[in-house]
C-alpha cells in the first residue's frame, strides 16, 4: 500500500518548496511529478497516488515557487522560467531530497521543465510529457489570452484559491510571461536531440493551448525510445480528462523503464 505524508518544506535557492512524499514498497526509482503552469500538489488529486499504487514505486509530488504552500512570488519571471526551473531548480531540489535517476512525469509547462532537464544531460530513468510544450503556437496564446479573460470576469479567483496562497500572483505569474511579446519566440527544441531516457508523450485532440504539432515534434527529435499516445475527447489535462486510458499508459511505461 502507498501512503502519502503530510506536507514538508526543502529550501530551493533560497526559497521554501512545499513537498510531499508518498511511500511504496520498492526505494526506488522515484517518480517526481511537475505540474503545470497553474498547478499545484493538490490539484493532482489523487492521481500521483493512484500510479504509485500500481507501481510500486515511491512517489515526490512538489509545487514550484509562486505555487501551492509554497514561497508566494515576490518579482515577475522572466521568459526563461522554464529553463531556470529545469536547470537551477529542480537539480538543487532532487539533490536536498536524496533522488538519483528518477522517472519524472510532467504536465505542460511541468512537462517542458522535465523535457529540458533531460536535454540537458541529467540522468533519468523515464520521462512522461503530458501536453508538453517544445515552441509556442498561435493556439497556445489564443488559449492564455481567453485564461485571462476567464480569470477577470469568472470565479477563477476563487477556485485558484483553493489551492495556491495568492492566486493573484501565481496567475499573472504564469499568464503575463506567456503573453510577453519576447515568449512568441520560446522554443526548446534544441534540447530534444539529448533526450535518450524512454520517453512517453501523451497529447489530447482537443487541447486548447497546444496542438499534436508539438509531441510530433518530440517523437522526431529526440534520440531515445519514444511512445506517442494521442488522445481523442481530450483537452489539457489528460490525466484528468481520460484517467482511466492515461493511468495505465504511464502505469505500463512506468513499470517497464523500473526494469532497466
Not at 544531460?121 to 508538453?132: E, I, S
Not at 470576469?153 to 495556491?164: D, G, I, N, S
Request: charged fraction near 20%; proline fraction near 6%.
Amino acid at each position: 500500500m502507498s501512503a502519502s505524508s503530510p506536507s514538508a518544506f526543502v529550501s530551493v535557492r533560497g526559497r521554501n518548496l512545499e513537498y510531499q512524499r508518498i511511500a511504496a514498497a520498492a526505494a526506488s526509482p522515484t517518480l517526481v511529478f511537475l505540474h503545470e503552469g497553474l498547478g499545484s500538489i493538490s490539484q493532482w488529486r489523487d492521481f500521483p497516488a493512484r500510479i504509485v499504487e500500481a507501481t510500486g514505486l515511491p512517489a515526490i509530488v512538489y509545487a514550484r515557487y509562486g505555487h501551492g504552500q509554497s514561497d508566494v512570488l515576490q518579482q515577475a519571471h522572466g521568459v526563461d522560467f522554464m529553463h531556470r526551473e529545469a536547470l537551477e531548480s529542480l537539480p538543487e531540489l532532487l539533490r536536498a531530497l536524496g533522488i538519483e535517476r528518477p522517472i519524472l512525469i510532467g504536465h505542460s509547462d511541468g512537462a517542458s521543465i522535465a523535457l529540458i532537464y533531460a536535454g540537458a544531460g541529467h540522468p533519468l530513468q523515464g520521462l512522461v510529457a503530458m501536453a508538453p510544450h517544445v515552441f509556442v503556437e498561435d493556439i497556445s496564446i489564443e488559449g492564455i489570452v481567453a485564461a485571462k479573460r476567464a480569470f477577470e470576469t469568472t470565479e477563477l479567483p476563487q477556485k485558484l484559491a483553493r489551492h495556491h496562497r495568492d492566486p493573484v500572483k501565481t496567475f499573472f505569474g504564469w499568464n503575463d510571461v506567456w503573453l510577453a511579446p519576447a515568449f512568441r519566440s520560446w522554443n526548446i527544441e534544441s534540447f530534444l536531440p539529448a533526450i535518450k531516457c524512454p520517453l512517453l508523450a501523451i497529447q489530447g485532440q482537443d487541447d486548447e493551448y497546444g496542438s499534436m504539432a508539438q509531441v510530433d515534434a518530440i517523437a522526431r527529435q529526440v534520440s531515445g525510445p519514444v511512445e506517442v499516445l494521442k488522445l481523442e475527447d481530450c483537452g489539457h489535462s489528460p490525466h484528468l480528462d481520460q484517467p482511466q486510458i492515461v493511468a495505465k499508459a504511464i502505469m505500463e511505461f512506468v513499470k517497464r523503464c523500473a526494469r532497466k
